[in-house]
């Protein structure tokens, strides 16, 4: 089974960086499409950015032109490269790795606090 591990979550200030990482054990990565989804407290998980197999992306308009979803398939890894974060960015992001015929799988998150 699909086995996925987020990482790079951490704590910034406002205006700072971060890179998240999830990485799969899937054999068939190369086919998948992946989404970086969010959940703050008492808020409702909402979908951040997604990329397709051929590597085209849609984001979250919170997020747009701050954020960068990308895929290196011989890592088997979906990186979020996050600039400009905001406090409202504050959330466990999870990614979502869905194999064409055989089943959606998620993460366990990754903590990303920005505060001053």
């Known amino acids: 089974q699909v086995q996925l591990v987020e990482s790079g979550g951490g704590s910034v200030q406002p205006g700072g960086s971060l890179r998240l990482s999830c990485a799969s054990s899937?054999?068939?990565?190369?086919?998948?499409?992946v989404g970086w989804y969010r959940q703050a407290p008492g808020n409702e998980r909402e979908l951040v950015a997604t990329i397709t197999s051929d590597g085209n992306s849609n984001y979250a308009d919170s997020v747009k032109g701050r954020f960068t979803i990308s895929r290196d398939n011989a890592k088997n890894t979906v990186y979020l490269q996050m600039n400009s974060l905001k406090p409202e960015d504050t959330a466990v992001y999870y990614c979502?790795?869905?194999?064409?015929?055989?089943?959606?799988?998620w993460g366990q998150g990754t903590q990303v606090t920005v505060s001053s």
């Open positions: 979502n790795e869905r194999v064409p015929l055989l089943g959606a799988y």
């Open positions: 899937g054999s068939a990565f190369r086919i998948s499409a």
